[in-house]
């Protein structure tokens, strides 16, 4: 079973930025796809930005596409998320999660992913 931990929420001003960063452990990381997730108050959580091992191919929720860039670097068990233009809607906790199964496509619905952090908190202030 693999653990992931999220770093680097914080609180910025609309139009800033912030880069997440997520760490596992406790399992290869490379050979399983990862995503990011959020859940803003009173909400749902949402798929925000999925990639696949190799990380090539990537996949975002429209919400954020052109804004936010989702990144990994196997030889650190990392995946990142790069949010620019932040907007106030994109206040949210945020969640990492690895994927369930050694999937070779990018994933994005939940039940695919089986390992999940406890969540960063992203502010953002208009």
């Known amino acids: 079973q693999v653990q992931v931990a999220e770093s680097g929420g914080g609180l910025v001003q609309a139009g800033g930025s912030l880069r997440l960063s997520c760490t596992a452990s406790?399992?290869?990381?490379?050979?399983?796809?990862m995503g990011w997730f959020r859940q803003a108050p009173g909400k749902e959580r949402e798929f925000v930005a999925g990639?696949?091992?190799?990380?090539?191919?990537?996949v975002y929720a429209d919400s954020v596409k052109g804004r936010f860039t989702i990144s990994r670097d196997n030889a650190k068990n990392t995946v990142y998320l790069q949010m620019n233009s932040l907007k106030p809607e994109d206040t949210a906790v945020y969640y990492c999660a690895s994927g369930r199964w050694r999937y070779a496509s990018v994933r994005y619905r939940e039940a695919d992913f089986g390992s999940w952090g406890q969540g960063t908190q992203v502010t953002v202030s208009s």
């Open positions: 990639i696949n091992w190799t990380g090539p191919t990537t």
């Open positions: 406790g399992r290869t990381f490379s050979g399983y796809p």
